[in-house]
């Protein structure tokens, strides 16, 4: 295995940055009429986060799960997997993120414990409607067309930037700390392929985990069970 | 692995769509009848006469299922067999290139005169056989021209059994390859205690460390040598782009610093062929314009490599 030290990170990068950009091309050219539905889907789970009512909190969760696997089939399988060997070994991360989204749902683990008036709320739907909203058009940005735009759903990065920001918005501890190294995992790589590719995107994924280290390190954000009587008086939010 | 499989009805895939859009851009023709006569160096072992600039596809060629990217390149191998050229590298380890190939190949016609040079590429020495295997089916042909072990990884096995299959006339020539100057030790003591018809490094004029030890050797021992990574991939051409041509450069018919960067390379006697890779067709035709040309002597080399230095 000694050869595999040998290699530096953009030996690993087998592919332009064209190409990595035609791929969203691609797939959003397969998703063609499913594209609005996803993007209403998207705008479904940022008022479905809002809410407190069991039902539902369980649909949104069950939502994001769902986009967790269409990106890794329809995105990570299809398309990028040919030119990126190492995107297949992802699909079983994809996938295990979007059981443990539904497993922590069903044990009442995505609840949205924070009071209203909490940062990290806020934080978390910036990075929510930043997803939805903002991060397609990062493609008109940065000199591309919106055919190449990131949707939540078929992208990697959107539908894990949402995911975390759905996360500081739902999460109670034990869902915090399971849900979110898969998400993170996601930013962390993609900001290392846009940067070996040369190109400025990697910054955005950057900026969005300094986003969660500050939330996370924030200590009035530090969740604890306690918040539950406070959450109970909030109730009629 | 199930990729023989996802490679070939991907390839097949693309090339129906691409018939049904009636995109059929790149007619199969009788390439011998159109192509330009090339300079060409033997391959020492046999004679063979090979054209001095060939095509690599690292990165370049790895599209995926793409078919607009697809056609770009097989139209970047149809300017490169019109020029002359036959070498073409790719390696198991450079993604969708190997499919690209097979689906310019199709796409081309059966005529082509492409000279194809594989790699074998695994840690595991019993996995050898079935990535050689699956690597042809890829590109669609019934044996490799040349075989080379890809960065020395797992040498020993991977030579052992790169001379069954020249014996049993499975494959023609074989050979070893790196880019890494800190293997130049490993590499030359395989050179020493093997027969090879190819050994394949990075060679340029920035990276001129094979030019003491490795390329006298090949001489020495009669074996061909490709020159890989003649731009450093791309780095040359941007560290010296915008800066003068000399205008001596003209004497030997660079036009351009692609033209000085490759002949410079492909004018050291010990170089067989050099495989620039490139998406552009008018970057094959430059490229393989070099191969028509003067070269430079050794009184010229020596005036590039101090030109460059003084940039
Ligand atoms: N260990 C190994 O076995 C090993 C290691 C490295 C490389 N290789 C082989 O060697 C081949 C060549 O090395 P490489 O691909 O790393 O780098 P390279 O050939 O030095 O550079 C490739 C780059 O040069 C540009 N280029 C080509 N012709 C040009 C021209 N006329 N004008 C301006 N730019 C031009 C291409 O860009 P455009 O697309 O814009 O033309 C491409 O990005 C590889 O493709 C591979 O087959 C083997």
């Known amino acids: 295995m000694d050869a595999w030290f040998s290699y530096r990170l953009s030996d690993f990068i087998l592919f332009s940055e064209r190409v990595y950009w035609?791929?969203?091309?691609?797939?959003?050219?397969?998703?063609?009429?499913?594209?609005?539905?996803?993007?209403?889907l998207g705008c479904l789970m940022l008022v479905g986060v809002w809410s407190r009512h069991r039902t539902v909190q369980t649909a949104t969760a069950f939502l994001l799960a769902a986009l967790w696997i269409s990106s890794a089939f329809l995105f990570l399988w299809h398309y990028y997997a040919p030119v990126n060997w190492a995107a297949r070994y992802a699909v079983p991360f994809f996938l295990l993120e979007a059981s443990l989204i539904a497993l922590m749902s069903l044990t009442r683990q995505l609840t949205r414990p924070l009071m209203?008036?909490?940062p990290?709320?806020?934080?978390?739907?910036?990075?929510?409607?930043?997803?939805?909203?903002?991060?397609?058009?990062?493609?008109?940005?940065?000199?591309?067309?919106f055919d190449s735009a990131e949707i939540v759903g078929l992208s990697p990065d959107a539908t894990a930037i949402a995911t975390l920001g759905i996360l500081l918005i739902t999460a109670r501890p034990l869902a915090l700390w399971l849900l979110l190294p898969i998400p993170l995992a996601v930013c962390m790589l993609?900001?290392?392929?846009?940067?070996?590719?040369?190109?400025?995107?990697?910054?955005?994924?950057?900026?969005?985990l300094l986003v969660i280290l500050v939330a996370l390190l924030t200590p009035k954000l530090n969740l604890h069970d306690g918040n539950d009587?406070?959450?109970?008086?909030?109730?009629?939010? | 692995m199930s990729d023989t499989h996802s490679g070939i009805s991907r390839r097949r895939l693309v090339q129906q769509s691409l018939a049904l859009a009636g995109a059929s851009l790149l007619p199969a023709r009788s390439w011998p009848e159109t192509r330009p006569a090339v300079r060409t160096r033997a391959i020492p072992s046999t004679g063979e006469a090979m054209p001095i600039v060939g095509l690599g596809t690292w990165i370049t060629f790895n599209v995926g299922n793409d078919a607009t990217l697809l056609n770009e390149s097989a139209a970047v191998m149809a300017a490169f067999f019109e020029a002359g050229g036959r070498m073409i590298d790719s390696s198991p380890m450079y993604g969708s290139s190997q499919d690209t190939l097979g689906f310019g190949l199709d796409t081309l016609g059966s005529s082509t005169p492409v000279f194809s040079a594989d790699k074998v590429w695994t840690s595991n020495a019993n996995n050898g056989a079935g990535q050689i295997e699956h690597s042809q089916q890829r590109w669609g042909v019934p044996r490799f021209d040349l075989l080379q072990v890809h960065n020395l990884v797992a040498w020993e096995p991977h030579l052992r059994l790169l001379r069954q299959m020249k014996a049993a006339g499975e494959v023609r020539y074989i050979g070893i390859t790196t880019s890494e100057s800190r293997r130049h030790a490993e590499f030359e003591n395989v050179m020493h205690g093997q027969p090879l018809d190819f050994i394949q490094v990075s060679y340029n004029i920035i990276n001129r460390d094979i030019e003491d030890r490795i390329l006298p050797l090949a001489m020495d021992k009669g074996i061909a040598v490709i020159a890989n990574r003649p731009f450093q991939q791309k780095q040359l051409i941007h560290r010296f782009e915008g800066?003068?041509?000399?205008?001596?450069?003209?004497?030997?018919?660079?036009?351009?610093?692609?033209?000085?960067?490759?002949?410079?390379?492909?004018s050291h006697p010990a170089i067989t062929c050099t495989i620039p890779a490139t998406t552009r067709v008018d970057h094959v035709r430059e490229n393989l314009a070099c191969a028509t040309g003067p070269l430079p002597d050794a009184n010229q080399r020596e005036r590039m490599a101090a030109y460059v230095r003084s940039l």
């Open chain 1, 190 to 208: 993609s900001a290392l392929t846009l940067y070996s590719l040369g190109t400025p995107e990697a910054w955005i994924l950057v900026i969005v």
């Open chain 2, 243 to 266: 800066k003068p041509l000399p205008a001596w450069a003209s004497e030997f018919e660079a036009e351009n610093w692609a033209q000085f960067l490759l002949k410079y390379v492909i």
């Open chain 1, 229 to 237: 009587a406070v959450i109970a008086n909030a109730r009629d939010w």
């Open chain 1, 120 to 145: 990290r709320l806020w934080l978390g739907f910036s990075l929510l409607a930043y997803a939805l909203a903002i991060h397609p058009l990062t493609s008109l940005l940065f000199g591309r067309t």
């Open chain 1, 116 to 118: 209203r008036n909490d």
């Open chain 1, 22 to 40: 035609r791929l969203f091309d691609q797939v959003n050219t397969l998703a063609g009429a499913l594209l609005p539905v996803l993007i209403a």
